[in-house]
């Protein structure tokens, strides 16, 4: 197959969401060839912002969701199609603030479903106003004299909702950007990717990041308090380190699972309900 699509490209010159296309066009030829995934069985998901217009760029199933809405859009299609992988790219805005509800309950749930976070910390198809992700102090359109918020470290909160694969790329750092990629494809359940995007016309962070970043090294990805810790170590606003990788990845049962193989063995609804807080006992 194909991937590459005739859209025509309208993103601003040196934006961070080509290398999130890039490498995820990387990501899926190479998952195609090594583990024999047809391109139709893959479905990509957009939300609303610069990152939704992947739904045009990348030439796979796609579907444009409203604000907001691209996870239980995702989940639904997943549910009805178990042998799909869907993949969610929505942005900070809009996902930390329009769909945050949908974000946390996906996770809680381990819905088998990606979400890739396009978190370049800003809404940059609007022109700059700022997001949950935008830092302490932040001067944009709507906010000239600075916000007095903390911003929300999408990590900790992931990893505290019930995510079973929490990572962190950066769209300068290419390899491991696709590796994340791939992993978060295969791990079953809800795999959850934040990229630290750049924006390069409303907020570009390209030299604090080339100057914060490592790769996590040496972890016991299976151990939740590691994970937190390691979550806490960057607050989205301080000049700590900012460690970039798998934080976190666990084999639960998934969302949609249980159900599915009680339907094959009881008649009725109701007995499928109730064999369901049978196992649930
Ligand atoms: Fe990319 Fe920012 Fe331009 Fe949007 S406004 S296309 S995020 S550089």
């Given at each position: 197959?194909?991937?590459?699509?005739?859209?025509?490209?309208?993103?601003?010159?040196?934006?961070?969401?080509?290398?999130?296309?890039?490498?995820?066009k990387s990501a899926l030829?190479?998952?195609?060839?090594?583990?024999?995934?047809?391109?139709?069985?893959?479905?990509?998901?957009?939300?609303?912002?610069?990152?939704?217009?992947?739904?045009?760029?990348?030439?796979?199933?796609?579907f444009y969701a409203i604000h907001g809405r691209a996870i239980p859009l995702a989940t639904g299609i997943k549910l009805a199609n178990p042998d799909l992988h869907v993949i969610c790219f929505v942005g900070d805005g809009d996902t930390y603030a329009e769909g945050l509800?949908?974000?946390?309950?996906?996770?809680?749930?381990?819905?088998d479903i990606t979400v890739i976070v396009h978190d370049n910390r800003v809404y940059g198809l609007t022109t700059g106003q700022y997001t949950p992700t935008s830092?302490?102090?932040?001067?944009?359109?709507?906010?000239?004299?600075?916000?007095?918020?903390?911003?929300?470290?999408?990590?900790e909160l992931m990893l505290v909702s019930g995510a079973t694969f929490v990572s962190r790329g950066y769209t300068k750092k290419l390899k491991p950007l696709k590796q994340t990629f791939k992993?978060?494809?295969?791990?079953?359940?809800?795999?959850?990717?934040?990229?630290?995007?750049?924006?390069?016309?409303?907020?570009?962070?390209?030299?604090?990041?080339?100057?914060?970043?490592?790769?996590?090294?040496?972890?016991?990805?299976?151990?939740?308090?590691?994970?937190?810790?390691?979550?806490?170590?960057?607050?989205y606003t301080s000049l700590a380190r900012i460690p970039l990788g798998t934080f976190y990845d666990r084999k639960m049962p998934v969302f949609g699972e249980?159900?599915?193989?009680?339907?094959?063995?009881?008649?009725?609804r109701d007995e499928a309900v109730r064999a369901v807080l049978e196992e649930y006992r």
């Open positions: 197959g194909n991937l590459i699509s005739p859209a025509e490209n309208t993103w601003c010159p040196g934006c961070g969401n080509f290398s999130i296309e890039h490498m995820m030829a190479e998952l195609a060839e090594s583990k024999g995934i047809p391109l139709e069985k893959f479905v990509i998901v957009g939300g609303i912002g610069c990152h939704g217009k992947l739904t045009d760029y990348l030439n796979v199933n796609s509800d949908h974000l946390v309950f996906a996770a809680k749930r381990n819905a830092p302490y102090g932040f001067k944009g359109r709507s906010t000239p004299d600075g916000i007095t918020e903390r911003p929300i470290n999408p990590l992993d978060a494809i295969l791990h079953e359940g809800f795999s959850f990717v934040e990229v630290l995007q750049i924006c390069a016309t409303y907020f570009n962070l390209t030299d604090c990041y080339n100057d914060q970043v490592y790769d996590l090294e040496g972890i016991d990805t299976t151990d939740f308090d590691q994970a937190l810790a390691k979550a806490r170590e960057w607050d249980k159900f599915r193989h009680l339907e094959k063995r009881t008649r009725s």
